[in-house]
């Protein structure tokens, strides 16, 4: 099992080393002159000669990476033209629009979106796993052909025209909830959970819709196992192994997906976030590629990249807690 484990943090450390290659040779290597991007349209020649000296974007391309992924492992200084600034490790560069070093940016936005992705992230998993047992429970019956119609429909339909229609029932027709609005925990609990439950509820019922398909379907290959027919054989109950066996057998393949849209979902929950005017990762995120702040959208690729290794790491971790057999593959 150990030897497991550092194969797959291992492995999660090249991965994330590759993406830093990736993300600077698009974004700093690609795009040609970084200096006159970061500087403005409008900046003279002189000007712009200023900035390639404080940014150091003279020294070779190698030279330049090595500085940016020396930032990020120990920090790095940067010249502000009349003095040094120090930005500690992690240092994902300072923003060209605002002069904020982007991890504080981030780290700013972080619980913003973590608020509302893990808050969704339980609800789809739940209601999708439910959704997919009860199917594969009431199968050959109406239950099972509504259950379909509606994750069909889940499937379909984008997470704005739920969250419109939510708004406009809850919120301007009914008036049993207050306009979406993000408070931090740390200040309301209550109201912090009142602002973020549409949201939730939007990309649980959207999310949802593939988990449930994707756990029936895994269900019902189990049940067409030679083990399953010799269960029934020796008078095992039907609720068993659904329960015990078929649902088993079903985790591999969610355990998969939920590791992919855990860490996806914190770069790619822009919708949600300008619908509900929620000022997360994903707002910013936007914002940054809209100006080209290119320290921006770097740092919050890398970042959301990260949770997407972290989470599949995660999930390799789980495989071998419920399975021993992947442990020796």
Partial sequence: MTGFLLRRLGGAVFVLLALTVILYAVFYVAPGDVAQIACGPRCSPTQVAQVTEQLRLDDPVYVQYWHFLQGIVAGRDFSTGTGIEHCSAPCLGISYQSDQQVTQLILAKLPVTGSLVIGAFVGYVLLGVGTGVLSVWRRGRI???????????????????IGLLLIIIFCSTLQWLPSPTYVPFTEDPEQWAWGLLLPWVSLALIESAKYARLTRSSMMETLAEDHVRTFRAYGVSEH???????????????????????????????LTESLFGIPGIGRELVHAVKVVDLPVVVGMV????FFVVLANTVADMLYAVADRRVVLS
């Fill in 143 to 161: 239950t099972e052909r509504v259950l379909t119609w509606l994750t069909l429909a889940g499937t379909a339909t984008p997470v704005f025209v």
């Fill in 240 to 270: 068993a192994i659904i329960g015990r066996h078929a649902l088993r057998g079903a985790l591999a393949p969610v355990i998969a997906l939920s590791a992919l849209d855990f860490g996806s979902m914190f770069g790619g929950a822009v």
């Fill in 302 to 305: 890398l970042v959301t990249g």
